[in-house]
């Protein structure tokens, strides 16, 4: 079974920026893609962005392209998204996604584990 714990979510003003940090544990990372989502209050959980097994490939949801950036250490086991520029439609809570093969998408069913997620709420 594999574990993901996100970390990283806050309370920060419009423009200001956010590290989301998320550490997997068990039988996956390496040789997985990773992903993260975020979902609002009422809405469904949307694709943020995407990473490949070794960091090579990456895919973002065209609403965060230019001010987000995932990245990975696989050393440490961890994925991560730089948010810079937030906006207050960037609230939401923030899941980590352990991907079912080396690339992952951007659709749920890519993904085989979550994280319990991390909120993010970004005043104007």
């Known amino acids: 079974q594999a574990r993901l714990v996100e970390s990283g979510g806050g309370l920060v003003q419009a423009g200001e920026s956010l590290r989301l940090s998320c550490v997997a544990s068990?039988?996956?990372?390496?040789?997985?893609?990773m992903g993260w989502f975020r979902q609002a209050p009422g809405k469904e959980r949307e694709f943020v962005g995407s990473?490949?097994?070794?960091?090579?490939?990456?895919y973002y949801a065209d609403s965060v392209k230019g001010r987000f950036t995932i990245s990975r250490d696989n050393a440490k086991n961890t994925v991560y998204l730089q948010m810079n520029s937030l906006k207050p439609e960037d609230t939401g809570v923030y899941y980590c996604?352990?991907?079912?093969?080396?690339?992952?998408?951007?659709?749920?069913?890519?993904?085989?584990?979550w994280g319990q997620g991390t909120q993010v709420v970004v005043s104007s």
């Open positions: 068990g039988r996956l990372f390496s040789n997985n893609g």
């Open positions: 996604g352990g991907g079912r093969k080396a690339y992952a998408g951007g659709v749920v069913e890519d993904y085989a584990y």
């Open positions: 990473i490949n097994w070794n960091g090579s490939s990456k």
